[in-house]
């Protein structure tokens, strides 16, 4: 029985198992040749960023401004060059410059019944001169310099004010009292002039005016032209010998 179950039969069937499992095992073969031939992914490309284009338009409006500025400055210094020369030239020809000079004096008329205790002079709200009587540097001094200068040509304010102490050598009842004066006045600074303004403390009124009101300030002026002379003179104090300028220009009210 044996003998015939190993026949033609079962050589077919172990034939067909040797060829299922030699064809299973060439396709594992082949796969796995396949597997490993399969290249790896490639790696992504690097990117390099590419810079902004340069805005040549854009900088060449930044340098042309720069050159603008330059040339607007190179034409003011040029323009304040000018002014100066014109200045010069005039002062240079016509022995005067286009400004307006001021002399300021202070002035003491006031009798022995009234002892100058302390004077204070403004111009246009500004302090220019202030003294006072605590060393007697008053008590001699019958003509103070106040200001000697330049003024912007137009209208100014000279403010004025005096402190007197009764003096009982006369008038017994006065003696130790204060009079306060205060005063302004008004004038003109005119182009190419020098305007001298005296301010003179005195006594008003006659025997019948009470003492108290005694006590006054008056402005006395004089105009000149702005010459080189005229300043020499106005420094060393004797501008009031100077010849008065004829021309009629408003000084002040």
């Known amino acids: 029985m044996a ?4 026949g033609p039969e079962g050589s077919i069937m172990q034939r067909h198992a040797t060829r299922f499992w030699m064809a299973t095992l060439l396709m594992t073969s082949l796969a796995g040749a396949g597997i490993a031939e399969t290249p790896p992914p490639a790696d992504p490309p690097v990117t390099t960023p590419t810079p902004p284009p340069v805005n040549e338009s854009g900088s060449y409006d930044i340098k042309l401004r720069e050159l603008e500025e330059r040339v607007v400055d190179l034409k003011e ?3 304040k060059s000018k002014t100066r020369l014109m200045l010069l030239r005039e002062q240079l020809l016509h022995n005067a410059i286009a400004e307006a000079g001021a002399v300021i004096i202070h002035e003491n008329d006031m009798g022995v019944s009234f002892t100058l205790e302390q004077v204070l002079y403004t111009l246009d709200g500004d302090r220019i001169f202030f003294q006072d009587n605590r060393d007697g540097g008053l008590d001699d001094q019958k003509s103070i310099p106040i200001f000697n200068g330049i003024l912007p040509p137009g209208d100014h304010i000279l403010g004025v004010e005096m402190t007197f102490r009764g003096d009982g050598t006369l008038f017994s009842y006065i ?4 009079f ?4 302004t006045y008004s004038f003109v600074a005119a182009k190419g002039r020098i305007l001298r303004i005296r301010a003179i403390g005195y006594e008003r009124g006659g025997m019948t005016t009470r003492l108290d009101q ?7 002026t004089q105009q000149f032209k702005y010459s080189r002379e005229n300043q020499r003179k ?4 004797s501008l009031g010998d100077a010849p008065e300028d ?8």
């Open 180 to 183: 306060k004066v205060r005063s």
């Open 246 to 253: 004829t021309d009629i220009l408003p000084v002040g009210e």
């Open 234 to 237: 106005a420094t060393d104090g």
């Open 175 to 178: 003696d130790g009292y204060q």
């Open 3 to 6: 003998k015939d179950t190993e």
């Open 77 to 79: 210094k040029v323009f």
């Open 214 to 220: 005694k006590p006054f300030v008056r402005f006395e």
